[in-house]
């Protein structure tokens, strides 16, 4: 059974920098591509970041572009999302997602696709 924890969520001043980790276990890790997904309040899911099994490539969205490194432990089975530069709109709940890496390029995100962990919350304010 696929079992995704995020944790490391927490809270954070404009600016500064948080670092998410998803623990997987149920499923051969380094076969799967992964992601991050985030819902702010009041808004839909969007993607943040993919990355194929191998850990050598990866896909950043529009919100994580330039901020946001995903990266991951094929020994651990641990995915990371070290946000740095952080602004009050990456305010959300974070996801860690097992998913098509085509789906994350290509498909708004939803939560009948793939497999979800409960998410981890993260809240940027001064």
């Known amino acids: 059974q696929v079992h995704l924890v995020e944790s490391g969520g927490s809270s954070a001043q404009p600016g500064g920098s948080l670092r998410l980790s998803c623990a997987a276990s149920?499923?051969?890790?380094?076969?799967?591509?992964m992601a991050w997904a985030r819902q702010a309040p009041g808004k839909e899911l969007e993607w943040v970041a993919g990355?194929?099994?191998?850990?050598?490539?990866?896909y950043q969205a529009p919100p994580a572009k330039g901020r946001f490194t995903i990266s991951r432990d094929n020994v651990k089975n641990i995915l990371y999302l070290l946000m740095d530069n952080v602004t009050p709109d990456d305010t959300a709940l974070y996801y860690c997602?097992?998913?098509?890496?085509?789906?994350?390029?290509?498909?708004?995100?939803?939560?009948?696709?793939?497999?979800w962990g409960q998410g981890t919350q993260v809240t940027v304010s001064s």
């Open positions: 990355i194929y099994g191998d850990g050598i490539n990866d």
């Open positions: 997602v097992k998913i098509d890496l085509t789906e994350v390029v290509t498909s708004r995100p939803q939560r009948d696709r793939g497999t």
């Open positions: 149920g499923f051969i890790f380094s076969d799967s591509a």
